[in-house]
């Protein structure tokens, strides 16, 4: 592997390192987060019910189901290009082991160009939807939150992906010529 | 070309691309953006491509399945299946084939917090089998109840497999869970009584362990209390309707981590690598469930799940047979396939033919985690037989797959009664709000 390989295999890792603890981030916010609007939901309950007047100010988290939403949009994107390094995406390997370890690689390139493709459609996509969001200004209902940078989160995380594929195409191809 | 024609290449180059090591959901992602712009325009498929893409990633039904594999990781992490386990062992451990029934029970109660088998597995078998190797169990009979139990996990809730069930049919994932309850606890009595069986016609397979005190025994009850608490919130909460699924489900995992941090039986690298392990299952289902839904955008315009439905129903068959042979193509394809992938490919073809049939759309999806059960422990790609075989290492590959064999025979069993009596499975759903 020359050193322009190793530097684009090193960023990347380091890319999708800190993309994937920045999903684990949202959904440990996700639980905090649904998690406080049940107790605040609980205490207008009570308050209600027995007429506590201490939990007078407190009121459930305004747009929870938003964040949440949003956040997940984080957590799933954020977390694909990590996966794509660490194998972590079910895909059944039964019949290419049985072949030799050239045409291993020979289905590996092809395969790592039709991602690459799909990656760079969604990222490429994403990024155009997310320019439409934008100048239509379209916002979430109750926080009125703009969707755009979400959207354009995708797109990031999608071109992550494609740098994963990318390094992993050429991995390959040398796997594939014998290298 | 007519447009069955279309999907139809579309289903074949689907399985010839599937055998080629690419992640599934990149598959199905591709080939149904592929397909899709072809039968319409490329315009409108990469339009698709970017809505579908955001819109189930930031679908709040899909927020449950990083929460609901949270709690199941934190379990695993905090120790919960020891103590199942040691609970167990106390009450049943002394009798002959014990050990293993016990093993069961630890399996249901972990399936109860954990949603998928192979968790429930792995964690088990680290747990289970070295105990029953320390009282000579034959290691055929000691792995196969492992990796058989292991599958209780996508049956008996929290499930992720009902949870992208749910979410593909639009069925309630709460009513899903509820459902699987009854067949759950069907399914380790028929284990259990394979085990007894067994142990009964060959005595030596599992001798007993050694005995217990009655005040053990009321004390080991202390283990299970933990896994009470968080099931019963969790179902609870949904079944009473105070939480929704994705409430419950952040319950669940605030209320394992609490317990664990009081408890100081998680560490910090322990609350990272649960963690880090949620964030990577979260998004392996998110991708395989992405890619099924652009793949079902494809299939819908080629209007063949509908065709299909329909000429089925037009069959000069009982509809028994029908579901026969839907329940024999899942048989044989989760011989190769993960379950998840396995439901993801055919649900938008075989739920439609399912509901034109007039079966429940809950019963349906019951009986098809049941039989995808029977994939996860079946040659070729047993997946739970791989993961026991992971971790125990000296047990011959073929010798847990011979354990194994009977406890199909009990999966088999269980998938019977569920089709003469489907009202095991939904009763406690027409129950619900």
Known sequence: MGWKMKFL????????????????????????????????????????HYGWKFLGPLRPIPG??????????????????????????????????????????????FTDSLGFY???????????????????????????????????GVGFAAAAVCLVLLTDFFKNLNKAIGK | MSLTTIAIIGLITLVVLLFSNMPVGFVMGVLGFLGFSYVVNMHAGLNLLARDVFEMFSSHGLTIIPLFVFMGQIAFHCGISRRLYDSAYVLIGNRRGGLA????????????????????????????????????????????????????????????IFIVYGILTQQSIGKLFAAGILPGILLSILFLLTIYLRVLKNPDL?????????????????????????FGLVMGGIFFGIFTPTEAAAAGAFLTLSLAVVRRQISWQGFLKSLADTTRISCMVMVIVTGAVIFGHFMAVTRLPYNLAQWVSTLPLPNSAIMGIIILVYLL????????????????IFYPVAVALGFDPIWFGVVIVLITEMGVITPPVGVNVY????????????????????????????????????QIALFLPSLMR
């Not at chain 2, 599992?206 to 968080?230: D, M, N």
Request: hydrophobic share 55%; glycine share 6%; charged share 10%.
């Open chain 2, 101 to 160: 029934m016990a093993t069961v029970a630890a399996c249901a109660g972990f399936s109860a917090i954990s949603g998928s088998t192979n968790a429930t597995a792995a964690t088990m078998a680290t747990v289970t089998i070295p105990e029953m190797k320390r009282y000579n169990y034959d290691m055929s009979l000691a792995t196969g109840t492992v990796a058989a139990a292991g599958s209780l996990g996508i049956l008996i809730p929290p499930s992720v």
């Open chain 2, 387 to 422: 993961v026991v075989y992971g971790v125990i290492e000296d047990v011959p590959l073929e010798t847990i797959f011979k354990g194994v064999f009977p406890m199909l025979l009990a999966l088999l069993v269980c998938n019977l009664i569920l089709l003469i009596f489907p």
């Open chain 2, 333 to 348: 394809g989760g011989c190769f396939m993960d379950a998840l992938a396995m439901i993801m490919l055919t649900i938008p």
């Open chain 1, 64 to 109: 929870t189901y938003e964040l949440v939403c949003y956040l997940g949009a984080v957590a799933a994107s954020f977390a694909m290009a990590h996966t794509s390094i660490e194998n972590g995406h079910v895909a059944v390997s039964l019949v290419v082991r049985l072949f030799p370890q050239r045409v291993q690689g020979i289905i590996a390139v």
């Open chain 1, 9 to 48: 295999d090193a960023l990347t890792r380091k890319l999708a390192k800190w993309m994937y603890w920045t999903a684990g981030l949202a959904i440990v916010l996700m639980m905090l987060l649904t998690c406080a609007d049940i107790f605040l939901r609980l205490c207008v309950t009570l308050l209600h």
């Open chain 1, 118 to 152: 799909l990656f760079c459609m969604i990222s490429w996509r994403s990024i155009l939807y997310a320019e439409d969001l934008k100048r239509s200004g379209e916002v979430s209902l109750t926080l009125q939150l703009p969707y755009y940078p979400f959207v354009y």
């Open chain 2, 206 to 230: 599992a001798p007993p362990g050694p005995k217990t005190s009655l005040r053990e025994k009321i004390r080991s009850f202390l283990g299970v209390f933990e896994t009470l608490l968080i």
